[in-house]
Nanobody
Framework: QVQLVESGGGLVPPGGSLRLSCAAS????????MSWYRQAPGKERELVAT???????NYADSVKGRFTISRDNAKKTGFLQMNSLKPEDTAVYYC??????????????WGQGTLVTVSS
């Protein structure tokens, strides 16, 4: 089936780092554009970062200079490297991607999310 699975979340102190992974099912032929979103307690879901199939990236102002989005096309996996983490980064992080499978492109597919908690 078409699916994405996030991993790498956890508890870290302020100033720490985490790397999140978003892996596509082995049946997926290709990941096209992909993004990371997050939803903090009591807040709406927001776009964190996006990377296109050509490697162009965009970041939310709140994470610019601290987070880096990347991808490994051979492994069909995307990443979000998070440095200098702040308590306000605490949220459930979701990956979202357009996936190609069986000659069809499936748009806006979501993973189940991984929890990141930044606290001392």
């Amino acid at each position: 089936q078409v699916q994405l699975v996030e991993s790498g979340g956890g508890l870290v102190p302020p100033g720490g780092s985490l790397r999140l992974s978003c892996a596509a099912s082995r049946s997926i032929f290709r990941i096209n554009v992909m993004s990371w979103y997050r939803q903090a307690p009591g807040k709406e879901r927001e776009l964190v970062a996006t990377i296109t199939s050509g490697g162009s990236t965009n970041y939310a102002d709140s994470v610019k200079g601290r987070f880096t989005i990347s991808r490994d096309n051979a492994k069909k996996t995307g990443f979000l490297q998070m440095n200098s983490l702040k308590p306000e980064d605490t949220a459930v992080y979701y990956c979202n991607a357009d996936l190609t499978f069986g000659g069809i492109t499936y748009r806006d597919r979501w993973g189940q999310g991984t929890l990141v908690t930044v606290s001392s």
